[in-house]
T-cell receptor, first 110, second 114 residues
Framework: DAKTTQPNSMESNEEEPVHLPCNHS???????IHWYRQLPSQGPEYVIH???SNVNNRMASLAIAEDRKSSTLILHRATLRDAAVYYC???????????FGQGTRLTINP | DTEVTQTPKHLVMGMTNKKSLKCEQH?????MYWYKQKAKKPPELMFV???????INESVPSRFSPECPNSSLLNLHLHALQPEDSALYLC?????????????FGSGTRLTVV
């Protein structure tokens, strides 16, 4: 599985945008970029995924670099409920499994 | 129904006990998964089921025995566990084993082996 690198932790303030980076320099052409988050005492939750183009949904936006070697998950206006561990995962289009890396622990200050 | 339901939420068992974890989904998903998560660590894949057949076993010890009786139900049978098997056990499902979208996870069963 191709590897991703994320900061161990980040802090932001409530009602401000948050940009969570992910580096994946060994990404292959058939790897999708997936983001999940895990709130305390819960299972992981799907956030967003993309291949080449930027993606938006009701939870977040995913900005993918032109060379696809990095991506950024954008939370447009953080709330206390967004405090979680965020996982950036590369998943080959033909892969039967989802493999989690270490993730970024996001703290939101009131 | 867009949920994966896991029961029980908490389980304490002795090393000689036999117990089972249950996972249920009614989204029509045909792939189901078991993950194990230790404290402060990411989830680790254990098993993958596709159309009720075991597709991947990530070299899990035989004291963990998965079962998929039908397309909505996934069990994990536990026998002769060790204290180091204490963890959060997560079940997930997806449309197919190579889904266009994401996985849906349950909230997990927190297992303590004494």
């Amino acid at each position: 599985d191709a590897k991703t690198t994320q900061p161990n932790s980040m802090e932001s303030n409530e009602e401000e945008p948050v940009h969570l980076p992910c580096n994946h320099s060994t990404i292959s052409g058939t790897d999708y970029i997936h983001w999940y988050r895990q709130l305390p005492s819960q299972g992981p939750e799907y956030v967003i995924h993309g291949l080449t183009s930027n993606v938006n949904n009701r939870m977040a936006s995913l900005a993918i670099a032109e060379d696809r070697k990095s991506s950024t998950l954008i939370l447009h206006r953080a709330t206390l409920r967004d405090a979680a561990v965020y996982y950036c995962i590369l998943r080959d289009v033909g892969a039967q499994k989802l493999v989690f890396g270490q993730g970024t622990r996001l703290t939101i200050n009131p | 129904d867009t949920e994966v339901t896991q029961t029980p939420k908490h389980l304490v068992m002795g090393m000689t006990n036999k117990k089972s974890l249950k996972c249920e989904q009614h989204m029509g998903h045909r792939a189901m998964y078991w993950y194990k998560q230790k404290a402060k660590k990411p989830p680790e894949l254990m098993f993958v089921y596709s159309y009720e057949k075991l597709s991947i076993n990530e070299s899990v010890p035989s004291r963990f025995s998965p079962e998929c009786p039908n397309s909505s139900l996934l069990n994990l049978h536990l026998h002769a566990l060790q204290p180091e098997d204490s963890a959060l056990y997560l079940c997930a499902s997806s449309q197919e084993v190579r889904p266009p979208g994401g996985y849906t996870f349950g909230s997990g069963t927190r297992l303590t082996v004494v």
